[in-house]
């Protein structure tokens, strides 16, 4: 059964550094991979999709990496602003239309 | 983009009441999905659909209802609210098929609760 692990659950960071987020899972058959963010009371919102033959993507100050085989996944955020402070919740899509498994997310606070 | 709406935003009701959450999607995606999340907890998914017609019970036992008579609707009922159902219900759309790059939307959910 696929498990999602992310470690740790809560961070603290002064602003402007860079700062990694942890993902892992379980069974490296997986369709692809996905970031989130979710702020206090609201939706998640996707920030990164990884398909299963990819090894990273990138959107602005956001890097997500890809190890299948090692079953991790890491979310790169540089020069962390207060704005990015939020829970960050990484999940997997099983193949064969199975359900998405999600991790139970990192607290993030970027202290100003 | 895919645009995913859930009404009400927030909702106070009183025990015993009947309640039907609101969600629709704009985009054609065939899933659709229920997640209850309680504050700083984790995602549960409590009810999911592959398409018209189709409707499952997902991961955590709820007393919830759900239906799906059009691929845009997906609507959940409670008969009879409780305080155990104060929570809030995020409803979540993707295209289907299976693809590698079947991303997942979010509505901005419904903040229920029930005194």
């Known amino acids: 059964k696929q498990e999602v692990t992310q470690i740790p659950a809560a961070l603290s960071v002064p602003e402007g550094e860079n700062l990694v987020l942890n993902c892992s899972f379980t069974d490296s058959a997986i369709y692809n991979l996905q970031w989130f963010r979710q702020d206090p009371g609201k939706g998640l919102t996707s920030l990164l999709l990884i398909q299963s033959s990819q090894r990273e993507q990138t959107s602005g100050r956001l890097n997500a990496s890809l190890d299948k085989s090692s079953g991790r996944s890491t979310l790169y955020i540089a020069a962390s602003q207060p704005g990015d402070s939020a829970t960050y919740l990484c999940a997997v899509t099983p193949p064969r239309d199975d359900k998405i498994i999600f991790g139970k997310g990192t607290r993030l606070h970027i202290l100003p | 983009e895919a645009d995913i709406y859930q009404t009400p935003r927030y909702l106070v009701i009183g025990t015993g009441k009947k309640i039907t959450l609101e969600c629709s999607q704009t985009m054609g995606h065939d899933k659709m999905y229920w997640y209850q999340q309680d504050p700083g907890m984790e995602l549960h998914l409590i009810h999911y659909?592959?398409?018209?017609?189709?409707?499952e019970k997902g991961d955590l036992s709820s007393e919830s209802t759900v239906s799906r008579i059009r691929t845009e609707h997906f609507p959940l009922t409670l008969e009879s609210a409780r305080p155990s159902h104060t929570s809030q219900y995020l409803c979540?759309?993707?295209?289907?098929?299976?693809?590698?790059?079947?991303?997942?939307?979010f509505g901005s959910g419904t903040q229920l609760s029930v005194l």
């Open positions: 659909s592959y398409g018209v017609n189709s409707t």
């Open positions: 979540a759309s993707s295209e289907g098929g299976g693809g590698t790059n079947e991303k997942l939307f």
